[in-house]
């Protein structure tokens, strides 16, 4: 059974930053295929930081530059490196596995960013 695991969420100020992991278990083959979603109170989940094919990334336009994706394939984990957070940040943050076919999610960690 796939299982994905959220950590690092929290409350953090404007300006700082916070680090979210990922910790897949169960037969997983790849992690090639994750990502960071977030969904805001009243918004649609939208799409944050992704690995495409190969070693691309894909973010949304409003965290380039401050939020880095990276994975460590020996632990099967994904990270989601968050500074200069602001208010607008605030979300509950989702891992995405796409594996074997299917589509798998974890459980959200909340990130609380404080003006």
């Known amino acids: 059974q796939v299982q994905l695991v959220e950590s690092g969420g929290g409350l953090v100020q404007a300006g700082g930053s916070l680090r979210l992991s990922c910790a897949t278990s169960g037969s997983i083959s790849s992690i090639n295929r994750m990502g960071w979603y977030r969904q805001a109170p009243g918004k649609q989940r939208e799409l944050v930081a992704a690995?495409?094919?190969?070693?691309?990334?894909n973010y949304v336009d409003s965290v380039k530059g401050r939020f880095t994706i990276s994975r460590d394939y020996a632990k099967k984990t994904v990270y989601l490196q968050m500074n200069s957070l602001k208010p607008e940040d605030t979300a509950v943050y989702y891992c995405n596995l796409q594996w074997g076919g299917q589509e798998y999610w974890g459980q959200g960690t909340q990130v609380t960013v404080s003006s």
């Open positions: 690995f495409l094919s190969g070693s691309s990334t």
